[in-house]
């Protein structure tokens, strides 16, 4: 599942995205949830990692690459 389609499922915006990071201390800013969202960037190996576990395994590192 892309990260954009588990935003709306959950109801979320990526700024309320950022602030679910940053609860975890995941230092992730929204500039980079935007562009992650609209495919202008891949997450660095440690922000999947942090992806992942928010999303509870809902939008795994593979999902970046469709």
């Excluded at 990071?21 to 942090?50: D, F």
Aim: net charge positive; hydrophobic share 35%.
């Amino acid at each position: 599942m892309t990260i954009t389609n588990w935003l709306r499922k959950e109801g979320l915006t990526q700024e309320d995205f950022v602030t679910l990071m940053h609860s975890k201390s995941y230092n992730i800013s929204k500039g980079a949830v935007s562009k992650w969202c609209n495919g202008q960037r891949i997450p660095r190996k440690t922000e999947m990692l942090q992806v992942v576990e928010v999303t509870k395994g809902e939008v795994m590192p593979n999902d970046f690459y469709i």
